[in-house]
Structures are given as C-alpha cells and as structure tokens.
C-alpha cells in the first residue's frame, strides 16, 4: 500500500503560549501524533494533555482513531490542553470548593469524581449546572482565586470558603480522602449559618419564563463539560437533580443528609421553588427542633459510663472463658456471680422403672441444676 502524502499539522499549547506545526499523514493515529508533538515540546510531564479540536468542540481521546477518521485536516486547529482543569464549584449549602476536575470526561463522571471528593454518596442524584449568580464572582474572595491561578500543579488542591463566603479563605489540605480547614475535618460541610447572606441569594420571580431559563442550565450529562464551554477557573453549580434519595444512612451519609437539607432551604429563601407561607414555617420549625434536640443532647450529662446490668454479665462470662483458656481459676467472687447467674428447673415428672410402656409410671419431684439432675421422692 503507497504511503500516503504528509502534510502540514499546526498544534497551539495554550499552557505555555507556544504553537508547533508537525509533518503528519492521514493514516497517522491520534497517540503517534500526540508522541511526535510531545517531543517536539521537550522534556515535561505530558501525561494529563490531550488534543482538544475547538471548532467540532470535540476530544480526541481515542489513540488508535486516525486523522482522516476523525476528519482532522490541513486546515484544522487543534490545541494540546491538559484535561484536568481546576474549576470553582458551587455545592449545594453555597460553599465553594475549587478542585480540579476532568473536563475531558463526560459530566457524569466528573460530577462523580467531585462528589468522592467532598464525601457525597450516591453521586448519580446530582449534575452540574450552569452559573447563573453573576455576583458572586465579584466577591472578595474570588480576587484571591484570581491571585492563586497556578499557583501549583497539584492534581487535587481544594479551597473550602465556609459560612457562606463571609470569612477569608483558608488554605485546607488533604489528609485521608478528608478536607481539613483550620484545624476542622469534613465535618464543617454539615455545619450552616443561622443568617445566609443575602449577596448569595438569587430570587426568581414565577413566571413561566425564569422557570425554564432555571431549568435549562442544566448540563448535558452525557458530554464532557469542555465541550460545553466550560474553561478553567470557571463557576458551576453542584446541585440534587434527581429527588429520590435511595439508601439514606446518618452512619456515613452525614454529609449527603446535611446537603440535601441545604439544598431545600436555600430553594425556599431564593424562592426557587413554590411553597406557601405554611410550608416555609413549618420547615422552619422542624429546622428548629432538631437544633434545639442538638443542642439539648450537648448539655445533658451522658449516663454510658454505666453498664447495664446484662452488659456486666455478659462481660464476667467473657473473663471467665478467658482465665479457663490461659489455665487459671476465677476467683470466689467471680465464682459466686457465677453460679447466681445460672437458672435452676425444677418441678414434677413421670417416671417408670424398668416398664417399656410406661404403665407403672410415677409422678416424682425432679431438680436440674448446672449439669445435675436430682430426683426427691
């Protein structure tokens, strides 16, 4: 088969400015094209790059396609971009975490990998959504984002504003899949301010209109968010699309429960939903009890220290196995809670001796103890 004509390929790298034009050829796979421009860049970890074609808005993530499979010619622009991209999302409780995300793979699988993240089970009830709150990206603390844009190439560098953007940022590590800010874990994303702040609330009014411009900045699940204009550096939404929570556990979905529970309440100060004056109160008033039962259960003194009563037996028959195991005898005390622990059965039988048929049979007084029968006549 006649090798086919080469000709001239032209790849911009937005990350260091620079544009090389390569010697390609039709039935060149997009991995030797990627190998032949990462050489050509020099010596550097090229690992997270791939190539992005801006005017299809399309990856070209599979190595073994071609160029004339995926129509790449002559003329085309393709960027070598790195795929991970850190980007400010926006969780349900309006705190901000700003973390890098795969923006080659479909949203999906980034919401999937945000919500890990942030400790979020059941991350198929939640999408991404399109910001549409532009004044929070006038907030002080985005000119300190703007001031940190790479500052590190950290494959996860998270950057928690808690209470709501009203305090500074701080800067939070990551120690065992956890989020630590200040000297506080994961646990803070279950905490809330009693007052939000009113630069955060984003009211609709209810005609039809608002309700489904609200509605159609959801992204495309099935598309990469890359491919749906979203750059680095920018704002999305983190929220519950899908409200049927499936196996909700207080054990370990401490997180999920709390952010559901924001989600609610800032959709009824921001009016995002329709519910009545009753409606709003008596979400208030549930709000209230449990804080009231949170904060009832702090100041009571705790009574655990004291077993029960079948705990300490329970824990003295488990001491004795042990002394018989290791070839040592209980002590008298021990011995005696012992033998008052174990039921003595008693009553009337009867009973025949020597007869098959129990034809001569008697009514005697039987006793069983401990592993003794006894017999009263």
């Not at 791939?50 to 808005?57: H, Q, S």
């Not at 985005?142 to 560098?157: D, I, V």
């Not at 702090?298 to 488990?318: I, N, R, V």
């Amino acid at each position: 088969m006649p090798k086919q004509k080469e000709w001239e390929l032209a790849v911009f790298t937005p990350e260091i400015g620079a544009t090389k034009t390569l010697l390609v050829s039709g039935d060149m796979m997009a991995a030797e094209v990627i190998l032949k421009l990462s050489s050509a860049l020099g010596p550097q970890d090229w690992s997270d790059f791939n190539l992005w074609w801006p005017e299809r808005k399309t990856w070209l993530k599979r190595p073994r396609i071609t160029l004339n499979a995926y129509g790449v010619e002559s003329d085309s622009k393709l960027h070598f971009t790195a795929q991970h991209k850190l980007l400010n999302v926006q969780l349900p409780d309006r705190a901000i975490v700003r973390m890098k995300v795969n923006l080659a793979a479909d949203c999906f699988s980034a919401v999937e990998q945000v919500c890990k993240g942030v400790g979020i089970r059941r991350y198929e009830e939640l999408s991404f959504m399109r910001c549409n709150n532009r004044a929070i990206e006038n907030h002080p603390a985005m000119t300190y984002f703007a001031q940190r844009k790479g500052a590190t190439n950290a494959f996860l560098e998270p950057l928690l504003i808690r209470d709501k953007l009203s305090n500074h940022p701080g800067e939070p590590t990551v120690v065992g899949g956890e989020y630590h800010v200040a000297g506080s874990s994961i646990g803070t994303m279950v905490t809330s301010k009693d007052v939000p702040d009113g630069m955060l609330l984003n009211r609709f009014t209810t005609n039809s209109q608002d309700r489904a411009y609200f509605h159609g900045l959801w992204f495309d699940s099935s598309k990469s968010l890359f491919s749906q204009g979203v750059l680095e550096n920018d704002f999305v939404q983190l929220r519950f699309k899908y409200f049927m929570f499936l196996d909700l556990d207080p054990n370990v979905d401490t997180v999920r429960i709390a952010q559901i529970y924001e989600q609610a309440r800032w959709a009824i100060l921001s009016e995002e939903v329709d519910c009545t004056e009753e409606e709003a109160l008596s979400f208030a008033a549930l709000q209230m009890q449990v804080r009231l039962a949170a904060r009832q259960a702090k100041t009571e003194p705790s009574h655990t220290d004291e077993p029960a009563a079948s705990d300490t037996g329970d824990l003295d028959a488990a001491l004795n196995d042990l002394q018989v195991s290791l070839g040592t005898e209980p002590t008298a005390n021990q011995a005696a809670a012992a033998a008052a622990s174990v039921q003595k059965i008693q009553g009337y039988l009867k009973f025949s001796k020597g007869s098959r048929f129990f034809k001569s049979a008697k009514p005697f007084f039987f006793s069983f103890y401990d592993s003794t029968l006894s017999q009263y006549t």
